[in-house]
C-alpha cells in the first residue's frame, strides 16, 4: 500500500524554528514528486511546493518561495518543511501528497499524508 | 483570493445529483488537466478525478469529470449522505508556475 505518514502536531511560539516530516512507504519514494499543501483554518488548499527525492530538485509557490525550505533525505524515504522564524499566521494544517506527472497529461495528488497541524501562538 | 472560482456550497436530496463547477483561464483550466478532491471532514483530501475526467481505481462511476474551454464540472449520480464532504478542483497554472486550487464547495446531502 502507497502510503505517507507525517509528524505529529506541534505547539510553537512566534520566531522558533520547526521542521515537519513526510515518510513515504510502499513505492520507489525517489522516483515520484512530494507536494507540501496549506490548509489555513476552516479554509481552502494552498500549494506550497514540491520536491523531487531523487536529486532534490524542488520548486516553490511564488506565495510561499522564501517563507519556508523544502527537503528530503532519499536514504530514508522522508520529506521535510521547514521554517526559521514561525508567525502566527503559520497556524494551520499541512499536507504532504505524492504527486504524478505524466508527460502529455496533467498532475495529481495521490495519496495524501494525514496532516500536520501546526500552531503558533504566544 | 482563490484563482479557481467554485461555488461555496451546493445542496442536494439523497439519490439525486447534482454538479459542482469550477471556473479558471486560458493560463490554467484552459490549457491544463484538471483533478478534483474530496475532503470528508476532519480527513485529509483524496483524490476523485484526474486528467479532466478519470477516476482512480476505487472510485465510484457515480463521481464524473468534465471539462470545457476555461470551466470544469463535477458531477454527483445517487447522492449518499457519506457525500457529504468539501469538493476541490485544482490545476497548473502556467503563469503563475504553479498548482492552483478553486476555494471549495461544500457538499450537503439534505
Known amino acids: 500500500e502507497v502510503q505517507l505518514v507525517q509528524s505529529g502536531a506541534e505547539v510553537k511560539k512566534p520566531g522558533e524554528s520547526l521542521k515537519i516530516s513526510c515518510k513515504g512507504s510502499g513505492y520507489s519514494f525517489s522516483s515520484y514528486w512530494i507536494a507540501w499543501v496549506r490548509q489555513m483554518p476552516g479554509k481552502g488548499l494552498e500549494w506550497m511546493g514540491i520536491?523531487?527525492?531523487?536529486?532534490?530538485?524542488?520548486r516553490y509557490s511564488p506565495s510561499f518561495q522564501g517563507q519556508v525550505t523544502i527537503s528530503a533525505d532519499k536514504s530514508i524515504s522522508t520529506a521535510y518543511l521547514q521554517w526559521s522564524s514561525l508567525k502566527a499566521s503559520d497556524t494551520a494544517m499541512y499536507y504532504c501528497?505524492?504527486?504524478?506527472?505524466?508527460?502529455?497529461?496533467?498532475?495529481?495528488?495521490?495519496?495524501w499524508g494525514q496532516g500536520t497541524l501546526v500552531t503558533v501562538s504566544s | 483570493q482563490f484563482v479557481l472560482t467554485q461555488p461555496p456550497s451546493v445542496s442536494a436530496a439523497p439519490g439525486q445529483k447534482v454538479t459542482i463547477s469550477c471556473s479558471g483561464s486560458s493560463s490554467n483550466i484552459g490549457n491544463n488537466y484538471v483533478c478534483w478532491y474530496q475532503q470528508l471532514p476532519g480527513t485529509a483530501p483524496k483524490l476523485l478525478i484526474y486528467?479532466?475526467?478519470k477516476r482512480p481505481s476505487g472510485i465510484p462511476d457515480r463521481f464524473s469529470g468534465s471539462k470545457s474551454g476555461t470551466s470544469a464540472t463535477l458531477g454527483i449520480t445517487g447522492l449518499q449522505t457519506g457525500d457529504e464532504a468539501d469538493y476541490y478542483c485544482?490545476?497548473?497554472?502556467?503563469?503563475?508556475?504553479?498548482?492552483?486550487f478553486g476555494g471549495g464547495t461544500k457538499l450537503t446531502v439534505l
Open positions: 485544482g490545476t497548473w497554472d502556467s503563469s503563475l508556475s504553479a498548482v492552483v
Open positions: 520536491i523531487y527525492p531523487g536529486d532534490s530538485d524542488t
Open positions: 501528497a505524492r504527486s504524478i506527472v505524466v508527460a502529455g497529461s496533467g498532475n495529481w495528488f495521490d495519496p
Open positions: 486528467d479532466n475526467n
